[in-house]
């Protein structure tokens, strides 16, 4: 008997959307996930439902029969997970005007945090900010788990399509370093003479957003060197001063790992990054509305 019970929404998700692109390379791209992370888990699904799903040849890609009486009970199985999932949320929330804003490190940025609760209790005086921080494992900042409503987020996020944000801020990304490394002594640096230092790396449950510090689309297809792993920005400073390698940083956060012995350096050959607050599509609740109008308020005020 073929044992299904453990099958994840997420891999029915990742099913649908090829089989609605019928062309693995789009759908990572819908999905923001790597084509071989995506291939590798169709077929665990397959292997794990006993049968295949989707037929792959030279010409492309086509559901098998198999594959085409599973689409739509998929497709029923996410909507309601969906629909439960808000459900729940509404639930929890029912009894207390409360919002949950996640965070992996203080926004900082000029006061934007008291800026924003400031215009959003005027608007909504009888709401409760909640602020929780939440460990750099998870890039969504609790929004994936529904632990928060809101979230400081940098893009990309895995299963972006799930969420929407506003841009709170675009801005460069330098290197950190320690101040005895050769490449210190630059005014700037140029990341092809970075591509071979180890990297200070997110943990792989970071996913998109592990590749994007590291920046693995500068890098040609060169796998990067990972010399530790890190989850804050204690253990960033702690590993940098250490020597254990370099890291990206958004200009706004240059001061959390410079607090002596390291610096930061522009980088030549890097797009910026960007770092917005996002939440939940099918979350439609006039408090976290509210939010994202006092932060786009805000945003705009510089």
């Known amino acids: 008997m073929v044992m299904t019970t453990d099958v994840h929404v997420r891999d029915l998700r990742y099913f649908v959307t090829v089989a609605e692109e019928l062309h693995f390379t789009r759908a990572a791209e819908r999905l923001y996930v790597s084509q071989p992370a995506l291939s590798k888990q169709i077929r665990a699904l397959e292997r794990q439902l006993g049968v295949q799903l989707l037929r792959r040849d030279r010409q492309g890609v086509e559901l098998t029969p198999a594959g085409a009486e599973l689409l739509p009970y998929a497709r029923r199985v996410i909507e309601a997970w969906a629909e439960g999932a808000s459900a729940m949320q509404e639930a929890r929330t029912a009894l207390r ?12 940025r000029g006061g934007l945090l008291p800026a924003i609760r400031s215009r959003f209790t005027a608007a909504h005086p009888g709401a409760t900010v909640r602020l929780r921080q939440v460990s750099w494992e998870d890039p969504t ?6 632990e928060a409503d809101v979230a400081f987020v940098w893009l990309p996020l895995p299963d972006q399509e799930r969420y929407a944000w506003t841009v709170v801020a675009e801005e460069p990304r330098l290197v ?3 101040d005895t490394h050769p490449l210190a002594a630059r005014p700037e640096i140029d990341f092809a003479d970075l591509a071979e230092e180890p990297f200070l790396a997110l943990p792989p449950s970071a996913g998109p957003l592990r590749d994007y510090w ?7 297809g060169r796998p990067p060197r990972v010399g530790a792993e890190i989850a804050s920005a204690e253990e960033t400073y ?6 254990l390698g370099v890291c990206l940083v958004a200009t706004g ?15 030549a050959g890097l797009g910026p990054s960007r770092y917005v607050l996002a939440w939940r599509r099918e979350d439609r609740r006039a408090l976290v ?3 994202v109008e006092a932060c786009r308020q ?5």
């Open 214 to 220: 590291l920046a693995l689309e500068e890098r040609g």
């Open 238 to 243: 702690e590993a940098l001063v250490a020597g």
């Open 253 to 267: 956060n240059v001061p959390l790992v410079t607090m002596g012995g390291v610096v930061t350096r522009p980088v």
């Open 289 to 291: 509305a509210g939010y």
């Open 298 to 302: 805000v945003a705009r005020g510089g």
């Open 97 to 108: 005007s409360t919002l949950v804003v996640g965070m992996s490190t203080s926004p900082g």
């Open 141 to 146: 900042a609790g929004l994936a788990d529904g």
């Open 176 to 178: 950190a370093l320690p």
